[in-house]
């Protein structure tokens, strides 16, 4: 990977800072632009930040921070980038736009990239004069600690962009997997959904409460994800015995089309979660910053030991 190439970010916010930090931890050249004055001034505070948090010694925060410029404008931050990741909030009209604008200043051979979690790639791409170059890549929440990026393909990508890109994100230091269908969701939502959907539906029937669905996937085969996935599992298991549960099981799973009016009831009584101090469970301040320090402090070791 040649180092002098420019890697472009547009959003300087959670997603965007850590997509800057890695590219430049790697040892590439960012180039990164958000519309808020605030956002750009706080951009290599929030780097330093999230590395320090990560156990990075201040050599490595500071050539890091030393390969990212900040600029004022998405015209500067893009006209001699290699590939331009777009990490705007989730809004269709807003992140055409900005890729009008990419096109408008990026080089041609420059790969364009919109990071979403569900939005159809393709119809963000729609507009685009030179769609061989344009796809998606779903990086994950946080950008810097999930190694997984999904790289998504449009109806008009062309294979050398995806492999391009496929290849950057492996120097780089992530675990890309390729999308081959712009479906909603892509692989891991897809995934992670179907399990918080019958999630949802055992505490809805009153199978059992929410602190049991929790503590069932936490004590059981969540220790096991990280380094067994479902069909390896299936395969180990056998497919025999795989297909004789689901035999049994499936018939009974939730499948409702759309969400659960458990869920939505939820919402319209302004029970949102965390934020809000009730969801499906309910939490104090104290509680919410426990489960957070938690998941960072899991994250970092468990990349030390899947390191090792």
Not at 28 to 35: E, G, M
Not at 129 to 139: E, I, M, N, S
Not at 183 to 199: S, T, Y
Request: hydrophobic fraction near 45%; charged fraction near 25%.
């Amino acid at each position: 990977m040649r180092q002098d190439r420019i890697i472009g970010v547009i959003g300087a916010g959670l997603m965007g800072h850590g997509i800057a930090l890695v590219m430049a931890r790697s040892g590439l050249r960012v180039a990164i632009t958000d519309p808020m004055a605030e956002a750009r001034a706080a951009l290599p505070g929030r780097v330093r930040d999230s590395m320090a948090l990560m156990g990075h010694d201040e050599a490595t925060i500071s050539a890091t921070l030393s390969r990212i410029a900040v600029h004022d404008t998405l015209a500067a931050t893009v006209a001699e980038a290699h590939a331009v990741f777009e990490a705007a909030p989730e809004k269709m009209a807003l992140k055409q736009s900005i890729f009008a604008e990419i096109e408008t200043h990026a080089p041609r051979d420059c790969i364009l990239a919109s990071n979403t979690s569900v939005m159809p790639i393709t119809e963000i791409m729609q507009g685009l004069a030179h769609k061989d170059r344009a796809l998606g890549t779903h990086w994950w929440n946080p950008p810097h600690m999930i190694p997984l990026v999904e790289v998504i393909r449009t109806e008009g990508t062309a294979e050398p962009a995806m492999a391009t890109m496929m290849a950057l994100l492996a120097e780089a230091g992530k675990t890309p997997v390729r999308v081959d269908k712009d479906v909603p969701g892509f692989i891991g939502n897809r995934l992670q959904h179907a399990l918080w959907r019958e999630a949802v539906s055992l505490v809805e029937r009153g199978i059992c409460d929410a602190e049991s669905v929790d503590t069932v996937v936490k004590s059981c085969f969540g220790r096991r994800l990280s380094v067994l996935g479902p069909l390896e599992n299936a395969d180990l298991v056998g497919t025999d015995l795989t297909l004789a549960i689901h035999e049994t099981v499936l018939a009974d799973l939730e499948n409702r089309q759309g969400p659960s009016p458990y869920l939505q009831q939820l919402v319209a009584d302004g029970k949102l979660g965390m934020k809000s101090g009730e969801g499906f469970r309910r939490w104090t301040p104290e509680e919410a910053a426990k489960v957070r320090n938690r998941v960072t402090t899991h994250l970092k070791k468990l990349d030390t030991i899947l390191d090792d």
